[in-house]
Protein backbone atom coordinates (compact mmCIF):
# COMPACT_ATOMS: atom_id res chain seq x y z
CA UNK A 1 0.00 0.00 0.00
CA UNK A 2 0.96 3.38 -1.03
CA UNK A 3 2.28 5.03 2.33
CA UNK A 4 -0.22 7.92 2.52
CA UNK A 5 -3.29 5.81 1.70
CA UNK A 6 -2.83 3.91 4.91
CA UNK A 7 -3.96 6.55 6.83
CA UNK A 8 -8.13 6.81 7.75
CA UNK A 9 -9.61 10.62 7.33
CA UNK A 10 -8.80 12.20 10.75
CA UNK A 11 -5.40 11.19 11.06
CA UNK A 12 -2.42 13.36 13.26
CA UNK A 13 1.15 14.45 12.65
CA UNK A 14 3.32 16.09 14.88
CA UNK A 15 4.66 18.94 12.83
CA UNK A 16 8.49 18.36 11.79
CA UNK A 17 10.15 21.90 14.15
CA UNK A 18 13.60 22.75 13.86
CA UNK A 19 15.64 22.08 17.16
CA UNK A 20 12.30 20.08 18.60
CA UNK A 21 11.55 17.23 16.65
CA UNK A 22 14.31 15.02 17.36
CA UNK A 23 15.00 11.78 18.22
CA UNK A 24 14.99 12.45 21.82
CA UNK A 25 11.46 14.57 22.18
CA UNK A 26 9.88 12.40 19.46
CA UNK A 27 10.21 9.83 22.14
CA UNK A 28 8.78 11.84 25.02
CA UNK A 29 5.96 12.63 22.33
CA UNK A 30 5.38 9.37 21.84
CA UNK A 31 5.43 8.12 25.65
CA UNK A 32 2.84 11.24 26.64
CA UNK A 33 0.26 10.13 23.56
CA UNK A 34 1.55 9.33 19.93
CA UNK A 35 0.32 10.77 16.83
CA UNK A 36 -0.08 8.68 13.70
CA UNK A 37 2.50 10.26 12.09
CA UNK A 38 6.42 11.52 12.97
CA UNK A 39 8.46 13.96 11.01
CA UNK A 40 12.09 14.55 11.43
CA UNK A 41 13.65 17.70 12.08
CA UNK A 42 14.20 18.86 8.40
CA UNK A 43 17.80 18.40 6.82
CA UNK A 44 19.27 20.26 4.21
CA UNK A 45 20.64 18.23 1.20
CA UNK A 46 23.94 20.26 0.61
CA UNK A 47 24.52 18.30 4.14
CA UNK A 48 24.16 15.01 3.13
CA UNK A 49 25.83 15.83 -0.10
CA UNK A 50 29.28 17.24 1.34
CA UNK A 51 31.64 15.16 3.11
CA UNK A 52 31.95 17.86 6.05
CA UNK A 53 27.89 17.49 6.74
CA UNK A 54 26.83 13.98 5.87
CA UNK A 55 27.43 12.78 10.05
CA UNK A 56 25.31 15.61 10.76
CA UNK A 57 22.78 14.92 8.23
CA UNK A 58 22.75 11.31 9.19
CA UNK A 59 22.36 12.27 13.09
CA UNK A 60 19.43 13.76 11.86
CA UNK A 61 17.82 10.98 9.94
CA UNK A 62 18.59 8.59 13.13
CA UNK A 63 15.12 7.11 13.58
CA UNK A 64 13.93 4.29 15.88
CA UNK A 65 11.97 1.09 14.49
CA UNK A 66 9.02 2.11 17.34
CA UNK A 67 9.13 5.85 15.34
CA UNK A 68 7.23 4.39 12.68
CA UNK A 69 5.25 5.50 10.46
CA UNK A 70 8.02 8.62 10.08
CA UNK A 71 8.58 10.77 7.27
CA UNK A 72 11.98 12.26 6.35
CA UNK A 73 11.96 16.23 5.65
CA UNK A 74 14.45 17.53 3.76
CA UNK A 75 14.96 21.24 2.21
CA UNK A 76 17.32 23.21 -0.17
CA UNK A 77 17.68 24.96 -3.80
CA UNK A 78 19.73 22.41 -5.83
CA UNK A 79 17.10 19.29 -7.45
CA UNK A 80 19.83 16.67 -7.92
CA UNK A 81 20.94 17.11 -4.33
CA UNK A 82 17.22 16.24 -3.57
CA UNK A 83 17.42 13.04 -5.78
CA UNK A 84 20.65 11.44 -4.25
CA UNK A 85 19.37 12.38 -0.64
CA UNK A 86 15.91 10.57 -1.12
CA UNK A 87 18.11 7.58 -2.34
CA UNK A 88 19.85 7.65 0.73
CA UNK A 89 16.60 8.05 2.31
CA UNK A 90 14.88 4.81 1.15
CA UNK A 91 17.96 2.75 1.55
CA UNK A 92 17.92 4.00 5.79
CA UNK A 93 14.69 2.42 5.29
CA UNK A 94 12.12 5.96 5.10
CA UNK A 95 8.92 5.21 3.72
CA UNK A 96 8.54 8.92 2.50
CA UNK A 97 9.97 11.86 2.28
CA UNK A 98 8.40 15.51 2.85
CA UNK A 99 9.90 18.89 0.91
CA UNK A 100 10.02 21.90 3.45
CA UNK A 101 8.68 24.72 0.87
CA UNK A 102 6.97 26.72 4.26
CA UNK A 103 9.80 27.13 6.72
CA UNK A 104 10.41 31.68 7.40
CA UNK A 105 13.65 31.68 9.13
CA UNK A 106 15.46 34.45 7.23
CA UNK A 107 18.92 32.10 7.02
CA UNK A 108 16.84 29.71 5.46
CA UNK A 109 14.89 31.93 2.72
CA UNK A 110 18.20 33.94 2.13
CA UNK A 111 19.52 30.81 0.54
CA UNK A 112 16.59 30.74 -1.64
CA UNK A 113 15.23 27.26 0.65
CA UNK A 114 11.85 26.89 2.58
CA UNK A 115 9.46 29.38 1.85
CA UNK A 116 11.82 31.25 -0.39
CA UNK A 117 10.59 28.39 -2.79
CA UNK A 118 7.53 30.07 -3.29
CA UNK A 119 9.18 32.99 -5.12
CA UNK A 120 10.67 30.64 -7.22
CA UNK A 121 7.86 28.59 -8.56
CA UNK A 122 9.80 26.81 -11.09
CA UNK A 123 12.04 25.94 -8.81
CA UNK A 124 10.27 24.23 -6.82
CA UNK A 125 8.19 22.30 -9.75
CA UNK A 126 12.02 20.77 -10.56
CA UNK A 127 12.30 19.81 -6.75
CA UNK A 128 9.29 17.90 -6.68
CA UNK A 129 10.00 15.87 -9.73
CA UNK A 130 14.20 15.30 -8.84
CA UNK A 131 12.48 14.08 -5.10
CA UNK A 132 10.13 11.88 -6.78
CA UNK A 133 13.12 9.85 -8.91
CA UNK A 134 14.35 8.59 -5.92
CA UNK A 135 10.84 6.09 -5.70
CA UNK A 136 9.95 7.20 -2.80
CA UNK A 137 6.48 8.68 -1.62
CA UNK A 138 6.60 12.37 -2.20
CA UNK A 139 4.64 15.48 -0.15
CA UNK A 140 5.59 19.21 0.42
CA UNK A 141 4.70 21.42 3.31
CA UNK A 142 4.45 25.25 2.44
CA UNK A 143 2.72 27.81 3.61
CA UNK A 144 -0.12 30.21 1.51
CA UNK A 145 2.36 32.46 0.16
CA UNK A 146 5.22 34.69 0.35
CA UNK A 147 3.57 38.10 1.15
CA UNK A 148 -0.03 37.90 0.58
CA UNK A 149 -2.81 35.53 1.60
CA UNK A 150 -4.12 36.17 -2.01
CA UNK A 151 -1.35 34.02 -3.91
CA UNK A 152 -2.65 30.94 -2.63
CA UNK A 153 -4.21 30.24 -5.14
CA UNK A 154 -1.34 30.02 -7.56
CA UNK A 155 0.77 29.07 -5.63
CA UNK A 156 -1.15 25.91 -4.96
CA UNK A 157 -1.59 25.45 -7.94
CA UNK A 158 2.14 25.21 -8.94
CA UNK A 159 2.53 22.28 -6.40
CA UNK A 160 -0.75 20.36 -6.99
CA UNK A 161 0.02 20.10 -10.81
CA UNK A 162 3.21 18.16 -9.86
CA UNK A 163 1.02 15.79 -8.26
CA UNK A 164 2.64 15.50 -4.80
CA UNK A 165 1.41 12.18 -2.96
CA UNK A 166 0.50 14.71 0.68
CA UNK A 167 0.36 18.42 0.51
CA UNK A 168 0.59 20.11 4.25
CA UNK A 169 -0.45 23.57 4.47
CA UNK A 170 0.35 25.79 6.94
CA UNK A 171 -2.66 28.47 6.85
CA UNK A 172 -0.50 31.43 6.81
CA UNK A 173 1.97 33.42 4.79
CA UNK A 174 5.95 34.01 4.96
CA UNK A 175 5.35 37.44 6.37
CA UNK A 176 2.81 36.42 8.45
CA UNK A 177 4.77 34.01 10.63
CA UNK A 178 2.43 33.11 13.43
CA UNK A 179 1.72 36.55 14.46
CA UNK A 180 -1.75 36.27 12.95
CA UNK A 181 -4.66 33.64 13.15
CA UNK A 182 -4.49 31.29 10.92
CA UNK A 183 -6.85 31.37 7.76
CA UNK A 184 -9.05 28.95 7.82
CA UNK A 185 -11.67 30.32 6.02
CA UNK A 186 -9.38 29.52 3.01
CA UNK A 187 -9.83 25.37 3.92
CA UNK A 188 -12.96 24.58 1.71
CA UNK A 189 -11.38 26.75 -1.12
CA UNK A 190 -8.36 24.74 -1.11
CA UNK A 191 -10.07 21.38 -0.70
CA UNK A 192 -12.01 22.36 -4.09
CA UNK A 193 -8.81 23.21 -5.70
CA UNK A 194 -7.21 20.17 -4.38
CA UNK A 195 -9.89 17.87 -5.55
CA UNK A 196 -9.54 19.58 -9.27
CA UNK A 197 -6.01 19.19 -10.07
CA UNK A 198 -4.82 15.99 -7.71
CA UNK A 199 -7.67 14.54 -6.10
CA UNK A 200 -4.87 11.72 -5.22
CA UNK A 201 -3.34 14.03 -3.03
CA UNK A 202 -3.43 13.47 0.48
CA UNK A 203 -4.11 16.83 1.78
CA UNK A 204 -3.25 17.57 5.64
CA UNK A 205 -3.68 21.54 7.69
CA UNK A 206 -1.89 23.01 9.95
CA UNK A 207 -1.54 26.31 11.83
CA UNK A 208 -3.26 27.25 15.29
CA UNK A 209 -4.28 23.36 15.83
CA UNK A 210 -3.37 21.82 19.45
CA UNK A 211 -5.71 19.16 20.02
CA UNK A 212 -7.27 16.28 17.40
CA UNK A 213 -10.82 17.67 18.22
CA UNK A 214 -9.97 21.23 16.74
CA UNK A 215 -9.41 19.79 13.22
CA UNK A 216 -12.41 17.66 13.52
CA UNK A 217 -14.41 19.91 11.84
CA UNK A 218 -12.07 20.14 8.86
CA UNK A 219 -11.99 16.45 8.16
CA UNK A 220 -15.83 16.89 7.27
CA UNK A 221 -14.36 19.68 4.76
CA UNK A 222 -12.63 16.97 3.20
CA UNK A 223 -9.26 17.57 4.64
CA UNK A 224 -7.31 14.13 5.38
CA UNK A 225 -5.31 14.76 8.30
CA UNK A 226 -4.24 17.52 10.73
CA UNK A 227 -1.07 18.29 12.06
CA UNK A 228 0.27 19.99 15.42
CA UNK A 229 2.82 21.99 15.84
CA UNK A 230 2.78 24.98 18.94
CA UNK A 231 0.36 23.15 20.43
CA UNK A 232 3.03 20.29 21.64
CA UNK A 233 4.66 22.83 23.61
CA UNK A 234 1.11 24.01 25.44
CA UNK A 235 0.42 20.44 26.25
CA UNK A 236 2.53 17.25 25.53
CA UNK A 237 -0.48 14.83 25.86
CA UNK A 238 -2.77 17.06 23.05
CA UNK A 239 -2.53 13.57 20.96
CA UNK A 240 -4.43 11.96 23.60
CA UNK A 241 -7.45 10.53 21.83
CA UNK A 242 -9.33 10.72 25.13
CA UNK A 243 -8.24 13.84 26.76
CA UNK A 244 -7.52 14.24 30.17
CA UNK A 245 -6.23 16.11 33.16
CA UNK A 246 -2.69 15.69 33.67
CA UNK A 247 -0.82 15.87 37.15
CA UNK A 248 2.46 17.74 38.08
CA UNK A 249 3.83 14.39 39.19
CA UNK A 250 2.91 13.08 35.57
CA UNK A 251 4.70 16.01 33.76
CA UNK A 252 7.44 16.10 35.65
CA UNK A 253 8.03 12.03 35.01
CA UNK A 254 8.14 13.12 31.23
CA UNK A 255 10.63 15.87 31.91
CA UNK A 256 13.29 13.28 33.59
CA UNK A 257 12.18 10.73 30.69
CA UNK A 258 13.75 13.52 28.67
CA UNK A 259 16.59 14.50 30.69
CA UNK A 260 17.64 10.38 30.55
CA UNK A 261 16.89 10.55 26.42
CA UNK A 262 19.16 13.76 26.04
CA UNK A 263 22.07 11.74 27.74
CA UNK A 264 21.63 8.68 26.34
CA UNK A 265 21.98 10.04 22.57
CA UNK A 266 24.67 12.30 23.38
CA UNK A 267 22.53 15.03 22.35
CA UNK A 268 24.32 18.59 22.80
CA UNK A 269 25.10 21.31 24.28
CA UNK A 270 22.59 21.52 27.50
CA UNK A 271 20.99 24.93 26.43
CA UNK A 272 18.89 24.21 23.75
CA UNK A 273 16.99 21.59 26.01
CA UNK A 274 15.58 24.22 28.41
CA UNK A 275 13.56 25.55 25.32
CA UNK A 276 11.58 22.53 26.35
CA UNK A 277 11.40 22.78 30.02
CA UNK A 278 7.90 25.10 29.69
CA UNK A 279 6.40 22.23 28.32
CA UNK A 280 6.82 20.35 31.41
CA UNK A 281 6.83 22.91 34.09
CA UNK A 282 3.71 25.06 33.96
CA UNK A 283 -0.23 25.20 35.20
CA UNK A 284 1.09 24.32 38.33
CA UNK A 285 1.36 26.20 42.23
CA UNK A 286 5.21 26.91 41.93
CA UNK A 287 5.73 26.46 38.30
CA UNK A 288 7.07 29.72 37.72
CA UNK A 289 9.43 29.55 40.49
CA UNK A 290 11.00 26.43 39.72
CA UNK A 291 11.51 27.00 35.78
CA UNK A 292 13.42 29.91 36.85
CA UNK A 293 15.77 27.67 38.87
CA UNK A 294 15.80 25.02 35.86
CA UNK A 295 16.87 27.56 33.46
CA UNK A 296 19.84 28.28 35.99
CA UNK A 297 21.38 24.82 35.10
CA UNK A 298 24.07 24.38 33.14
CA UNK A 299 23.70 20.32 32.96
CA UNK A 300 21.12 17.61 32.59
CA UNK A 301 22.43 16.76 35.79
CA UNK A 302 21.77 20.09 37.92
CA UNK A 303 18.10 20.07 36.60
CA UNK A 304 18.11 16.38 38.20
CA UNK A 305 18.78 17.94 41.39
CA UNK A 306 16.58 20.86 41.29
CA UNK A 307 13.60 18.28 40.26
CA UNK A 308 15.00 15.78 43.56
CA UNK A 309 14.55 18.58 45.50
CA UNK A 310 10.70 18.35 45.10
CA UNK A 311 10.30 14.99 46.33
Given at each position: MQFWKQFQPGFTCLAPMEGVTDIAFRQVVAKAARPDIFFTEFTNVNSYNSDKGRHNALDRFQTLPSEKPIVAQIWGT???FFTETAQALKQLGFEAVDINMGCPDRHVVATGGGSGLIRTPELAKE???ATKMAGLPTSVKTRLGYSRVEEWRDWLTNILTEHPDALTVHLRTKKEMSKVAAHYELVPEIVTLKNELS???VLIINGDIETPADGRK????GVDGIMIGRG???NPFCFEKTPREHSREELLDLMRYHLDLYDKYELVPYDPLKHFYK???NNFPGASDLRAKLMETKSTA???EVLQKLA
Amino acid sequence: MQFWKQFQPGFTCLAPMEGVTDIAFRQVVAKAARPDIFFTEFTNVNSYNSDKGRHNALDRFQTLPSEKPIVAQIWGTKPDFFTETAQALKQLGFEAVDINMGCPDRHVVATGGGSGLIRTPELAKEIIRATKMAGLPTSVKTRLGYSRVEEWRDWLTNILTEHPDALTVHLRTKKEMSKVAAHYELVPEIVTLKNELSPETVLIINGDIETPADGRKFIDMGVDGIMIGRGVFHNPFCFEKTPREHSREELLDLMRYHLDLYDKYELVPYDPLKHFYKIYINNFPGASDLRAKLMETKSTAEAREVLQKLA
